[in-house]
């Protein structure tokens, strides 16, 4: 199917490792990118492809990537990590301009 | 600094038209496809429409192809969504997005402080 699949919400303690999913169809032609939104703010890209991350994104934040699923692993979350994490890629079953995003992952750090 | 600044939206009736504008700042506008993505209070992101550096490739969502037309001019630095019949469910915070490609992957790198419509009669 032409969408991507994220689990709705997953709580952390401080300073342990939490890791949010995506799934997708889409996903075994291109890589994820991830993008963190907290309230009130628009999003922003902290990682995209195999690992790369824009300048002033902790490398706590990773990915891996196996068939149709996209892995975003937070290692030693902080309480700034408290935010909405959402994936996307291009659709592959469509125009190469058209790109799908996940419903996006609550992620609370207790 | 980069910047990407939205503007035109607010409150229209449904059927009625409203352009979105966007001028970008701070980086070179033209090596970058342009998007726009739209977010419903409370709700996840929804990608809207995007063109390519020279506008030659332009793609549409389903939701809103035949009654959003996207376009860009480089030489003002700017990105315009023109959206025509406009209904309820057009309510959204509309985002300006600037995206790349590389290694694999395509990614949505700058992103404005969006612009919000509100679709009501």
């Known amino acids: 199917s032409s969408e991507l699949t994220q689990d709705p919400a997953v709580s952390v303690a401080l300073g342990q490792t939490v890791r949010i999913t995506c799934q997708g169809d889409?996903?075994?032609?291109?890589?994820a990118a991830w993008y963190q939104q907290k309230p009130g703010q628009a999003p922003v890209l902290v990682i995209h492809?195999?690992?790369n991350r824009p300048s002033g994104i902790p490398d706590r934040f990773s990915v891996s990537n196996s068939g149709n699923t996209a892995s975003l692993t937070i290692t030693g979350a902080q309480a700034e990590d408290e935010a909405d994490y959402y994936c996307?890629?291009?659709?592959?079953?469509?125009?190469?301009?058209?790109?799908?995003f996940g419903a996006g992952t609550k992620v609370t750090v207790l | 600094e980069v910047q990407l600044v939205e503007s035109g939206g607010g409150s229209v009736q449904p059927g009625r038209s409203q352009r979105l504008s966007c001028v970008a700042s701070?980086?070179?506008?033209?090596?970058?496809?342009m998007h726009w993505v739209r977010q419903t209070p409370g709700t996840g992101l929804e990608w809207v429409s995007g063109l390519s550096w020279n506008s030659d490739s332009i793609a549409y969502a389903d939701s809103v192809k035949g009654r959003f037309t996207i376009s860009r001019d480089n030489a003002k630095n700017s990105l315009y969504l023109e959206m025509n019949s406009l209904r309820p469910e057009d309510t959204a915070l509309y985002y300006c997005v600037g995206s790349r490609c590389s290694g694999g992957t395509c990614y949505f790198e700058m992103w404005g402080q969006g612009t919000p419509v509100t679709v009501s009669s």
């Open positions: 492809g195999k690992n």
């Open positions: 889409s996903l075994r032609s291109y890589y």
């Open positions: 701070g980086f070179i506008f033209d090596d970058y496809a």
């Open positions: 996307n890629s291009r659709d592959s079953r469509r125009n190469h301009l058209m790109f799908l």
